[in-house]
């Protein structure tokens, strides 16, 4: 058996989705990088309640829902006004906590907080993203190289490509294991000792790709830190032509293994993408080019994935009268909409467009 896909080189367009409806935290045309979150399910593990009646004083008669300033379903985020009146004086409720709203119960507001991550999932290479498919992910899309396997043990990393010497049987033995496979994808014909395959740990490669791999070995490989991808048959033989073809065209270019874990009782085949273009990380910090206007994503917690404009940059101290400290902004706020403006670590966000 061969990789169930192989483009040597083209388009590639792979999806990233949940095994059930979750929460979609990307955008169509957003650039992403390996790391970048593109769906997840929560489950909430704490309920409780507001008494908003009398933390506001409100009248027996008044209607609760007139007084809110969220919605049923809104994530709040601590020092977020929840409820106001419009009286004199008028009088606010602040959220106390990081929550999401659920709605009204006999005159109190119910929240649920404490969110687990059921399952989440990630790009695992550089890509556009392309399309959404509501609920669950994306499709993503870049040019390179593509190959999908047979096996793989549920991790995911990246690294340059290298081979073992095809020419001495392309075997991964503990004569193999140097200093040169550290943070590298190696790729071999096959592994027949288990010592071996354990001892590769302590030199922290990017991962392994094997044509085969004996059934043997596949307890060792789910327990390595680093993916392991088997492209072709559980057994011991070699690489396919086509997909020796594809990985010795691409060696010392950037490799990246996607191959998560079953999710929902789905098994999902393992990937091999290698981008026609080498990615580079943007560091620049963001403190130095964001501004008033800018339309940003949250990257994670309550509001993660979120899309909104920043309405103000906060200075790092509240206490500006000493021109001694330092001014740069520190955190900021962003409005979702005209009922949603909240105030975050600027590290939490990121610029969706750079003008």
Request: glycine share 10%.
């Amino acid at each position: 058996m061969i990789a169930t896909s192989i483009i040597t080189s083209g388009n590639i367009r792979c999806t990233r989705a949940l095994s059930a409806d979750g929460t979609v935290t990307v955008f169509p045309g957003q650039m992403a990088d390996p790391t970048t979150q593109i769906a997840c399910r929560k489950i909430w593990r704490r309920h409780f309640s507001v008494n908003i009646m009398q933390r506001l004083d409100l009248p027996f008669y008044e209607d609760i829902r007139s007084c809110l300033a969220i919605n049923p379903g809104d994530f709040v985020s601590v020092g977020e006004i929840i409820a106001k009146t419009d009286g004199s004086p008028t009088r606010t409720l602040i959220a106390e906590s990081s929550a999401r709203f659920l709605g009204v119960s006999a005159g109190k507001l119910i929240f649920e907080t404490d969110a687990d991550d059921l399952e989440k999932i990630t790009a695992g290479f550089p890509a556009i993203v392309s399309d959404i498919i509501p609920g669950r992910g994306a499709w993503l899309e870049t040019v390179g190289s593509y190959l999908q396997g047979i096996w793989g043990n549920g991790k995911s990393g990246q690294g340059l490509l290298l081979s073992m010497d095809m020419e001495k049987g392309g075997i991964f033995s503990l004569d193999t294991i140097s200093v040169d496979i550290a943070g590298a994808v190696v790729f071999a014909n096959t592994c027949m000792d288990p010592e071996a395959l354990a001892a590769t740990v302590k030199m922290s490669p990017g991962g392994l790709i094997f044509g085969s791999l004996p059934s043997a070995l596949l307890e060792t490989a789910m327990k390595l830190p680093f993916p392991v991808i088997v492209t072709d048959q559980i057994g011991v033989s070699r690489l396919s032509n086509p997909v020796h073809m594809v990985l010795g065209e691409n060696i010392i270019r950037f490799a990246y293994l996607y191959a998560p874990p079953a999710a929902g009782g789905r098994q999902r085949r393992p990937e091999i993408i290698i981008p026609q273009e080498e990615y580079i990380p943007e560091k620049e910090n963001l403190r130095n080019i964001l501004k008033i206007g800018d339309q940003v994503r949250v990257i994670e917690g309550f509001h993660g994935g979120e899309i909104g404009i920043v309405t103000a940059l906060l200075p790092a101290h509240e206490d500006d009268s000493d021109p001694g400290l330092d001014e740069m902004p520190d955190r900021v706020q962003v409005r979702f909409d005209q009922h949603t403006e909240i105030v975050l670590p600027i590290n939490n966000i990121e610029i969706i467009n750079i003008k």
